[in-house]
């Protein structure tokens, strides 16, 4: 399956090196094959095969390439300043893309010697505007399936259900046990399990790391750090709340959502919440990698309880309020309320099964489906 970054990388393989990271088995290896058949003779190189390895260590691949791909390479001893002399030493015709995950992607947000020298994307699952451009049908029936299977291309594209299931399964024991010894202890796994497993169960809710933290008797900074690797190796990822001030947003209590929708434990509504969720951060992620734009996706919450799920802002300014609803139709009260006070944010309340769209005072009552399909990504 094409995959919506591939004529956006394409582009810009021309100019610079091209980084990608994304979630395990999210497409990058996928879209690397698909760009290699464009770009005409190409090398695609996996620091995990061992003869690759060798090639790499060497610099030893084809200097007429056109295009370079390689995968892994953060597992390489001093792999930054490895990369550094390569962007600088390739010839100006051979186009060089690189891809990897969680280490990669730490090392992306904390830059580097290699500034200036590449362009970056981060790869999404499956979403309903994606699903609808590349095997068509209609948007109800795309977010029907990716609430079923997940947005992951293998589930997702699987013709038997089960095999949907056994591929979850897999990966998540995988995740566990593979990546996540990457970044702690042996001896942390088990509790890191418990602690993904009791995320599973809070998606969509504002988590306190405190509370989980006296359940698992462990310290709420050893929490901290478990939550930074899960977002570092892309299994969950947080949306802070709004706030003007950047410093006490950050203070506050995140929520808690799965790049993977089929990991979500709880009923149709979380699990809608939930992809709903993952296909913002996608459009945010989008418009931060491909336009350069200051986007971003929080939650609004009062002190005495009022909460919207969703808000999307741009230069620091809320452009978007959205709340998540399966069947109810009626108005949201405390969207209405803060379309008021936010006269210039679009106030959306999307709702999965919705008999007839509506714009009551400021709140355009929205077919979910449908308006998911009309984001940027």
């Given at each position: 399956m094409k995959r919506y970054l591939d004529e956006l990388v394409a582009i810009d393989l021309r100019r610079k090196m091209v980084l990608i990271t994304g979630p395990r088995q999210v497409g990058k290896t996928t879209l690397c094959r698909h760009l290699m058949a464009r770009f005409g003779p190409s090398q695609y190189l996996n620091w995990d095969v061992t003869a690759d390895r060798a090639i790499l260590r060497r610099q030893s691949w084809n200097p007429r390439t056109r295009l370079l791909a390689m995968d892994e390479i953060h597992k390489m001893p001093d792999w930054k300043n490895w990369l550094k002399g390569v962007v600088d030493g390739r010839s100006p015709e051979q186009?060089?893309?690189?891809?990897?995950?969680?280490?990669?992607?730490?090392?992306?947000?904390?830059?580097?010697?290699?500034?200036?020298?590449?362009?970056?994307?981060?790869?999404?699952?499956?979403?309903?505007?994606?699903?609808?451009?590349?095997?068509?049908?209609?948007?109800?029936?795309?977010?029907?399936?990716?609430?079923?299977?997940?947005?992951?291309?293998?589930?997702?594209?699987?013709?038997?259900?089960?095999?949907?299931?056994r591929w979850r399964l897999q990966y998540f024991t995988d995740l566990i046990r593979e990546d996540v010894v990457e970044f702690s202890r042996l001896h942390e796994i088990n509790t890191m399990r418990l602690f993904v497993e009791?995320?599973?169960?809070?998606?969509?809710?504002?988590?306190?790391?405190?509370?989980?933290?006296?359940?698992?008797?462990?310290?709420?900074?050893?929490?901290?750090?478990?939550?930074?690797?899960?977002?570092?190796?892309?299994?969950?990822?947080?949306?802070?709340?709004?706030?003007?001030?950047?410093?006490?947003?950050?203070?506050?209590?995140?929520?808690?959502?799965?790049?993977?929708?089929?990991?979500?434990?709880?009923?149709?509504?979380?699990?809608?919440?939930?992809?709903?969720?993952?296909?913002?951060?996608?459009?945010?992620?989008?418009?931060?990698?491909?336009?350069?734009?200051?986007?971003?996706?929080?939650?609004?919450?009062?002190?005495?309880?009022?909460?919207?799920?969703?808000?999307?802002?741009?230069?620091?300014?809320?452009?978007?309020?959205?709340?998540?609803?399966?069947?109810?139709?009626?108005?949201?009260?405390?969207?209405?309320?803060?379309?008021?006070k936010l006269p210039t944010a679009k106030a959306i309340q999307l709702v999965r099964n919705l008999r007839q769209e509506e714009y009551r005072t400021a709140v355009h009552i929205a077919d979910a489906a449908v308006w998911l399909a009309a984001l940027d990504a």
């Open positions: 186009a060089l893309l690189v891809t990897g995950s969680a280490r990669m992607e730490t090392w992306r947000q904390s830059g580097d010697s290699l500034a200036g020298r590449y362009l970056a994307f981060r790869l999404h699952p499956i979403s309903v505007r994606e699903w609808c451009e590349q095997q068509g049908g209609s948007a109800a029936a795309a977010l029907d399936r990716l609430l079923a299977r997940g947005g992951f291309p293998e589930p997702c594209l699987a013709e038997n259900p089960d095999d949907a299931e009791l995320l599973r169960e809070r998606v969509g809710s504002p988590v306190s790391l405190a509370s989980i933290a006296r359940d698992l008797a462990v310290s709420p900074t050893t929490l901290k750090r478990y939550l930074d690797i899960l977002q570092a190796l892309y299994i969950v990822f947080t949306v802070q709340p709004w706030h003007h001030n950047i410093a006490r947003a950050i203070l506050q209590t995140p929520k808690v959502y799965f790049f993977d929708n089929g990991l979500v434990r709880g009923d149709e509504g979380i699990r809608f919440e939930n992809a709903v969720a993952g296909m913002l951060l996608k459009h945010v992620h989008f418009r931060q990698d491909s336009r350069g734009k200051a986007a971003d996706l929080h939650y609004i919450r009062t002190k005495d309880g009022s909460e919207v799920d969703f808000a999307l802002s741009e230069d620091k300014q809320l452009t978007h309020l959205i709340e998540c609803k399966l069947t109810d139709s009626s108005l949201h009260r405390p969207l209405a309320t803060f379309a008021g």
